[in-house]
């Protein structure tokens, strides 16, 4: 199914994580640019972009032009984040990153027909998301990962787990169970006393420790511990039963017990065969373990399994620059 061609909403800038202004502007996502305000930034000047609950992440090509007003509500790395109203943020996403992919492979395509390679263009579509993900990159391999939406796909396009579920934590890095949780933390310093509110997006794991945290800290004052027995409750139930045992695994990894991790890993391997996030979670257990050439070879083999995975990539990228920095300061 296409998406509309244009898909109207209502938005603010968000700075410093609050809205700004008191009223909205008008916006649109059209075929060939998101306009904000009458102010229309193509898609060909949209890298990447991201969603958290109602605020859209747009990744912009450095040097965009843009108007005044615009330029004031850049964040660092020309990011632009609007809180999005009358229409969800998730279907938005979609809708740019549908037509914005299309144009990057296109142009992509086009670049290659140029240099006389164009049997080497290679792209297929996400049947979760609907964007194009460009392959011609990278060898043919197992699965292959849509870097718009975050699934990971067989090569009969079958979707092997959807990022509406599973994805990334942002605080352990580990594959998992992914969704949000907003954390109260209530205080009574002798006459000062208030409370805090944060929104975090993290996987079962990391849910459950930050629920006793929070009941911990709230604990003598009743009122933040029903949120903090809500978040436990919630982060322990309601888990598909095939990756039941996920949460537990990663745990181990967590605190280096790889050898145990990797029984319950490889036994998720037999109705995923190498499913590389898996293979990243079993490469970050033995990294946490002191076992670096062990953690490393299960990265490799997590792009193997998926020759564009991105969140492995990252890994070992990180791994690397850190390897380097500590060379450059013990010589």
């Known amino acids: 199914m296409q998406p509309a061609k244009s898909l109207e909403f209502k938005y603010r800038f968000v700075q410093n994580g609050q809205t700004q202004g008191p009223g909205t502007g008008k916006g649109m996502a059209t075929d060939t640019a998101?306009?904000?305000?009458?102010?229309?930034?193509?898609?060909?000047?949209?890298?990447?972009?991201?969603?958290?609950?109602?605020?859209?992440l747009?990744?912009?090509?450095?040097?965009?032009?843009?108007?005044?007003?615009?330029?004031?509500q850049l964040h660092d790395n020309w990011v632009l984040v609007i809180e999005v109203y009358k229409v969800k943020s998730q279907e938005l996403k979609k809708h740019v990153d549908r037509y914005s992919s299309t144009i990057f492979a296109e142009?992509?395509?086009?670049?290659?027909?140029?240099?006389?390679?164009?049997?080497?263009?290679?792209?297929?579509?996400?049947?979760?998301?609907?964007?194009?993900?460009?392959?011609?990159e990278y060898e043919i391999s197992s699965y292959i990962y849509c870097r718009f939406c975050e699934s990971?796909?067989?090569?009969?396009?079958?979707?092997?787990?959807?990022?509406?579920?599973?994805?990334?934590?942002?605080?352990?890095?580990?594959?998992?169970?992914v969704r949000g949780y907003t954390i109260f933390n209530f205080y009574f310093l002798l006459v000062v006393y208030g409370y805090s509110v944060k929104r975090?997006?993290?996987?079962?794991?990391?849910?459950?420790?930050?629920?006793?945290?929070?009941?911990?800290?709230?604990?003598?004052?009743?009122?933040?511990?029903?949120?903090?027995?809500?978040?436990?409750?919630?982060?322990?139930?309601?888990?598909?039963?095939?990756?039941?045992?996920?949460?537990?695994a990663n745990r181990l990894a967590l605190k280096?017990?790889?050898?145990?991790?990797?029984?319950?890993?490889?036994?998720?391997?037999?109705?995923?065969?190498?499913?590389?996030?898996?293979?990243?979670?079993?490469?970050?257990?033995?990294?946490?373990?002191?076992?670096?050439?062990?953690?490393?070879?299960f990265l490799g083999r997590s792009l193997r399994a998926c020759a564009n995975y991105l969140p492995s990539m990252q890994l070992i990228r990180r791994i690397q620059q850190?390897?380097?920095?500590?060379g450059a300061q013990k010589r």
């Open 34 to 56: 998101l306009i904000l305000n009458g102010e229309a930034i193509p898609y060909r000047n949209i890298l990447d972009s991201s969603i958290r609950d109602n605020r859209f």
């Open 58 to 72: 747009i990744a912009l090509v450095p040097n965009t032009q843009l108007q005044t007003k615009t330029l004031k």
């Open 107 to 136: 142009s992509h395509r086009q670049q290659l027909i140029n240099d006389g390679k164009d049997n080497q263009f290679r792209a297929v579509n996400c049947p979760h998301c609907g964007a194009t993900v460009d392959m011609s």
């Open 152 to 177: 990971i796909l067989n090569q009969s396009l079958q979707v092997v787990s959807n990022s509406d579920t599973y994805g990334i934590c942002d605080e352990c890095h580990m594959y998992d169970r």
């Open 200 to 248: 975090r997006f993290v996987c079962d794991t990391c849910a459950t420790r930050l629920a006793q945290r929070a009941l911990l800290v709230n604990l003598l004052f009743l009122l933040g511990v029903p949120s903090a027995v809500y978040m436990w409750i919630k982060s322990q139930t309601g888990r598909e039963p095939y990756f039941q045992d996920l949460a537990k």
């Open 256 to 297: 280096g017990k790889y050898q145990e991790a990797d029984e319950i890993y490889d036994r998720l391997f037999s109705q995923y065969p190498d499913h590389p996030g898996l293979l990243m979670n079993k490469g970050l257990g033995h990294l946490h373990g002191k076992d670096g050439s062990g953690g490393m070879g």
């Open 322 to 326: 850190s390897a380097q920095v500590n």
